[in-house]
C-alpha cells in the first residue's frame, strides 16, 4: 500500500509499486481531472506538481513519489473559488475542447511560482503541452493576466 500526499491530504492507495500514478489518481482514487494524452509524457495532459514542479505523471511509478507533495487541477481551487490561473483561463477563452487544458493549467502554475513575472520567452520555454486545438496565444495572454492578479 503507498501513501501519498495529494492536494494537501494523506490518501492510501494499494497498488503494484510500479503503476503510474496518473493511473492512480484516475482509477484507483477517482480524480479524473488529470488525463491520459500520450502515454509517452510528451503530449503534458496528465501533468500534476511533484513538491512544485510539472511532472507528467503518466511515466512516474508511483514506487518513487514517496511522500512528496502532488497537486492535482482538483487540489487548485479553494472553497469552489477558481484560483487566479483558472480564472484568467476564463477570461481568455483559453479552453476549446478543453482536454489539455488540467495539463496546461498545472503548468503554467508550476511556472508561476518559478517566475511570477514571465516573458513571453518564459512561457515559450514552459508551456511544453500540447493543445490540438492551438489555444497557445490564448494560454500566453492567461498566464500574464494570471500573472498581474
Known amino acids: ?42 503530449c503534458g495532459a496528465c501533468t500534476v506538481l511533484i513538491d512544485g514542479m510539472a511532472t507528467r505523471s503518466c511515466q512516474v511509478a508511483i514506487n518513487s513519489v514517496g511522500n512528496r ?4 487541477i482538483e487540489g487548485l481551487s479553494v472553497d469552489g473559488k477558481l484560483n487566479k490561473i483558472q480564472a484568467a483561463w476564463v477570461e481568455h477563452d483559453v479552453p476549446q ?12 502554475t508550476a ?27 490564448q494560454v500566453r495572454e492567461a498566464i500574464h493576466t494570471a500573472a498581474k492578479a
Open 69 to 72: 507533495k502532488i497537486t492535482t
Open 97 to 108: 475542447c478543453g482536454y489539455c487544458q488540467s495539463g496546461m493549467i498545472m503548468a503554467a
Open 1 to 42: 500500500m503507498a501513501v501519498l500526499n495529494i492536494n494537501g491530504k494523506s490518501v492510501n492507495a494499494t497498488v503494484d509499486p510500479r503503476t503510474p500514478l496518473l493511473w492512480v489518481l484516475r482509477d484507483t482514487l477517482g480524480m479524473t481531472g488529470t488525463k491520459y494524452g500520450c502515454g509517452i509524457a510528451q
Open 111 to 137: 511556472l508561476l511560482a518559478a517566475k511570477p513575472n514571465p516573458t513571453d520567452a518564459d512561457i515559450d520555454a514552459a508551456m511544453t503541452n500540447i493543445c490540438r486545438c492551438g489555444t497557445y496565444q
